[in-house]
């Protein structure tokens, strides 16, 4: 048998009041509504529970019995419902703000300082989220906002607000026979077209492509190894499996024993973006957004310096509040 929660209600307004004109107002029904909704409960329950005349109600044995029962039910409801409403204002006022990569130290503290500035009862969580998810929870809701590596998979579902151009940067073994040349260029990665390079995830997509320099090759690049984690790509590295292409601000992530970067001058810039979904519209979010556009076009001391990329950074387009200067495009890779 299934009695609605508002049944209940309307039975133990009229208990109380033994009224059913006073017991109607009380819960904000016409009176002839809430006679109705009483006989369809005493015909579900299979008993009378008031007994009426022209001058009085009163409760029968059976209205009696149920009283004490339905004032516990409701009570446990409205528990219920007010549980339900502090979730629901605690999700209002909270993010999760998801990261394949770090955005660097230079712009969490001052981020979550502005975004109190706009919304003191708010508060941010930062998740790590796997490479293999090359939306950083954006694409399946998990994560409110992402910081991404551009370019990102099904861009025209995103909004970004890029917060740092950084140079490449290429990654190899101390021994490999260009690790001797202080900087390189796409000519010197040229006379090794063979050499391999380490790739991210092939559900990584453009981006992908982008760390591989796929659209200035004449060729496929050939892959030694598909890494997914920082320690992955390191041990790929001084396994020989290849060599990598990082952000210059991802260097000191492999700055270890058999490692060496070094800067390839003319090649295009990695772009870190801040992404969130284009039709999420709320306040909250916006705010942060605005809040991380004022931190990184505030001062070169508050701009962020990315860490290692990973498969999965997601990142629209904006092209807001950037932290370095564009670069030409580059001369075709492999072009000698």
Same mark, same amino acid.
């Given at each position: 048998?299934?009695?609605?929660?508002?049944?209940?209600?309307?039975? /133990?307004?009229?208990?109380?009041?033994?009224?059913?004109?006073?017991?109607?107002?009380?819960? +904000?029904?016409?009176?002839?509504?809430? $006679?109705?909704?009483?006989?369809?409960?005493?015909?579900?329950?299979? /008993?009378?529970?008031?007994?009426?005349?022209?001058?009085?109600?009163?409760?029968?044995?059976?209205?009696?019995?149920?009283?004490?029962?339905?004032?516990?039910?409701?009570?446990?409801?409205?528990?219920?419902?007010?549980?339900?409403?502090?979730?629901?204002?605690?999700?209002?006022? $909270?993010?999760?703000?998801?990261?394949?990569?770090?955005?660097?130290?230079?712009?969490? &503290?001052?981020?979550?300082?502005?975004?109190? $500035?706009?919304?003191?009862?708010?508060?941010? *969580?930062?998740?790590?989220?796997?490479?293999?998810?090359?939306?950083?929870?954006?694409?399946? !809701?998990?994560?409110?906002?992402?910081?991404?590596?551009?370019?990102?998979?099904?861009?025209?579902?995103?909004?970004?607000?890029?917060?740092?151009?950084?140079?490449? +940067? =290429?990654?190899?073994?101390?021994?490999? &026979?260009?690790?001797?040349? &202080?900087?390189?260029?796409?000519?010197?990665?040229?006379?090794?077209?063979?050499?391999?390079?380490?790739?991210?995830?092939?559900?990584?997509?453009?981006?992908?492509?982008?760390?591989?320099?796929?659209?200035?090759?004449?060729?496929?690049?050939?892959?030694?190894? =598909?890494?997914?984690?920082?320690? *992955?790509?390191?041990?790929?590295?001084? !396994?020989?499996?290849?060599?990598?292409?990082?952000?210059?601000?991802?260097?000191? +992530?492999?700055?270890?024993?058999?490692?060496?970067?070094?800067?390839?001058?003319?090649?295009?810039?990695?772009?870190?973006?801040?992404?969130?979904?284009?039709?999420?519209?709320?306040?909250?979010?916006?705010?942060?957004?605005?809040?991380?556009? *004022? /931190?990184?076009?505030?001062? &070169?001391?508050?701009?962020?310096?990315?860490?290692?990329?990973?498969?999965?950074?997601?990142?629209?387009?904006?092209?807001?509040?950037?932290?370095?200067?564009?670069?030409?495009?580059?001369?075709?890779?492999?072009? !000698?």
């Amino acid at each position: 048998m299934d009695i609605h929660v508002r049944d209940l209600r309307y039975f /133990v307004a009229v208990a109380e009041e033994l009224h059913f004109t006073r017991a109607a107002e009380r819960v +904000l029904v016409s009176q002839p509504a809430l $006679s109705k909704q009483i006989r369809l409960l005493e015909r579900q329950l299979g /008993v009378t529970l008031f007994e009426r005349d022209r001058r009085a109600v009163r409760l029968t044995e059976a209205g009696a019995v149920l009283l004490p029962h339905a004032r516990r039910v409701l009570a446990a409801w409205d528990d219920t419902d007010s549980a339900l409403a502090r979730h629901r204002a605690a999700l209002a006022s $909270s993010l999760v703000v998801g990261m394949s990569t770090s955005p660097g130290r230079g712009l969490l &503290p001052a981020l979550r300082s502005r975004f109190r $500035s706009r919304q003191p009862a708010a508060e941010f *969580e930062l998740r790590q989220v796997q490479w293999d998810d090359s939306t950083a929870g954006l694409a399946d !809701g998990s994560c409110d906002l992402a910081f991404v590596w551009l370019p990102l998979p099904s861009a025209r579902d995103y909004e970004t607000l890029v917060i740092a151009r950084e140079p490449l +940067l =290429v990654a190899l073994p101390d021994d490999h &026979p260009l690790a001797a040349r &202080p900087e390189l260029h796409l000519a010197d990665l040229a006379d090794l077209a063979d050499q391999p390079f380490l790739a991210l995830p092939e559900d990584a997509g453009d981006l992908r492509d982008f760390w591989l320099l796929t659209a200035l090759r004449p060729t496929p690049p050939r892959i030694g190894a =598909v890494v997914r984690s920082a320690e *992955e790509t390191y041990e790929a590295l001084v !396994g020989g499996l290849g060599i990598v292409l990082i952000a210059a601000g991802n260097a000191p +992530l492999l700055d270890r024993a058999g490692v060496v970067t070094r800067p390839l001058v003319d090649g295009p810039r990695s772009e870190l973006a801040l992404a969130w979904r284009r039709d999420d519209r709320r306040r909250i979010v916006t705010d942060f957004v605005r809040a991380c556009r *004022e /931190v990184t076009t505030a001062s &070169p001391q508050t701009r962020p310096r990315p860490a290692l990329h990973r498969s999965n950074d997601p990142a629209p387009k904006d092209g807001d509040a950037t932290t370095g200067p564009d670069t030409p495009d580059p001369p075709a890779f492999m072009a !000698g």
